[in-house]
Structure formats: structure tokens, C-alpha cells
């Protein structure tokens, strides 16, 4: 099955600094990379998400980068805000999903 | 409102006794899918489902049970739970296999 490795499992950041967080996975089949946010106590809910055919993708603060040649996928998020403050879960997986482990990230103010 | 209600929210119990929680998605979604969390192995897929009537193994199935009778409903079923079970629980449903997924509130179980 597939292996989804993320990194780093903490990161802190000084608010309005950028967060970098990347996933590799293992299956070449995987067409479809979904990211998470966990505030604490809650559900996740996806933040941004980028299918096989794309490189690269945009959402205001948030955006995902893709190489397939590679296995691996990253989260940028920049200018971080104190709300931003979070547990992020990537995933990959065509109809079986493989959540990786989390990072937990803290903005500082 | 768009949503996934699961049931019940926390729930305790012992060893053997058999126990359900519900699932319930007002979106006619055709995929749901249940997960557990555990802290530092994030979520791990438990059962999904394509559709109605089409259930598969995730990749933690051992001890839980599933069906799939109508498009809205994906129980998840402990025949007889056992400690390694105490877990967070979430359901999820997608449009479709590979798109987002709306999670539930999420069901702390505890076994005893």
C-alpha cells in the first residue's frame, strides 16, 4: 500500500514568517494530495488540495507544489497569522487514502 | 447545512460489549470512509465505501465492521471491542473517491 512520510512533526514560526511543510509518498498510482487542518479539539478540514496533472496551486496564503518525478508534495503558507496555529495533515491515495503523521505548527506572536 | 453527523460524541464502555456508532451525510455523497486517531499516527483509514452496498478494507479493519444499506448512513460496528480500540474516531463522505472530504465531529471511545 501506499506510505505517506511527513516532516517536520513540529514547526514554530515568528507571525508573518513563511511555514514550509512537506510529504513524499510511495505509490505512482496516487492522483490525488488533499491538505488538512486540525485546530485543537476539531475536525479536519481540507485547506487546499492539487490532483496529479497540476504542479502547482494558489489560494490567497496557502499554496501546495507537486513532483511526481520525486513523490513529494510541500505546503507553503506565508505571511502566518497566530490562527494559523494548527495540527496539517497531508494525504495522497487514489480511492484509498494515507493520511501522513501531522506537524503541528505554532505561530508565535 | 451541509454535513456529517456521527453518535454519539464520547462514549465508554467495557471490554466484549458490542457497540455501533452512526454516521449520517446530508450531502449524497457517494464515498465515506471511517479513520481513527491516534496521536502521533495520525489518522488511519478503517473501512471506505464507493457506494451503497460497496464496502472495502482500509488499512487498520481488524475488529470493525461496516455496511453500507443506504446512500446517507455508514455505521461503524465493534463486535467486541477491546482496549487497543480506545481511539478518536471520524467519519468522512466525498462527492466522489478522490475529492475532499467532510469530516465528522468525531467520537471518543474509551474501552475498559
Known amino acids: 500500500g501506499e506510505n505517506v512520510e511527513q516532516h517536520p512533526s513540529t514547526l514554530s514560526v515568528q507571525e508573518g514568517d513563511s511555514a514550509v511543510i512537506k510529504c513524499t509518498y510511495s505509490?505512482?498510482?496516487?492522483?490525488?494530495f488533499p491538505w488538512y487542518k486540525q485546530e485543537l479539539g476539531k475536525r479536519p478540514q481540507l485547506i487546499i488540495d492539487?490532483?496529479?496533472?497540476?504542479g502547482e496551486k494558489k489560494d490567497q496564503r496557502i499554496a501546495v507544489t507537486l513532483n511526481k518525478t520525486a513523490k513529494h508534495f510541500s505546503l507553503h503558507i506565508t505571511e502566518t497569522q497566530p490562527e494559523d496555529s494548527a495540527v496539517y495533515f497531508c494525504?495522497?491515495?487514489?480511492?484509498?487514502?494515507?493520511f501522513g503523521t501531522g506537524t503541528s505548527l505554532t505561530v508565535i506572536p | 447545512e451541509a454535513q456529517v453527523t456521527q453518535n454519539p460524541r464520547y462514549l465508554i464502555t467495557v471490554t466484549g460489549k458490542k457497540l455501533t456508532v452512526t454516521c449520517s451525510q446530508n450531502m449524497n455523497h457517494e464515498y465515506m470512509s471511517w479513520y481513527r486517531q491516534d496521536p502521533g499516527l495520525g489518522l488511519r483509514q478503517i473501512y471506505y465505501s464507493m457506494n451503497v452496498e460497496v464496502t472495502d478494507k482500509g488499512d487498520v479493519p481488524e475488529g470493525y465492521k461496516v455496511s453500507r444499506k443506504e446512500k446517507r448512513n455508514f455505521p461503524l460496528i465493534l463486535e467486541s471491542p477491546s482496549p487497543n480500540q480506545t481511539s478518536l474516531y471520524f467519519c468522512?463522505?466525498?462527492?466522489?473517491?478522490?475529492?475532499?472530504?467532510?469530516f465528522g465531529n468525531g467520537t471518543r471511545l474509551t474501552v475498559t
Open positions: 492539487i490532483r496529479s496533472n497540476v
Open positions: 468522512a463522505s466525498g462527492q466522489f473517491f478522490n475529492s475532499p472530504l467532510h
Open positions: 494525504a495522497a491515495g487514489s480511492n484509498q487514502f494515507y
Open positions: 505509490d505512482s498510482a496516487s492522483n490525488y
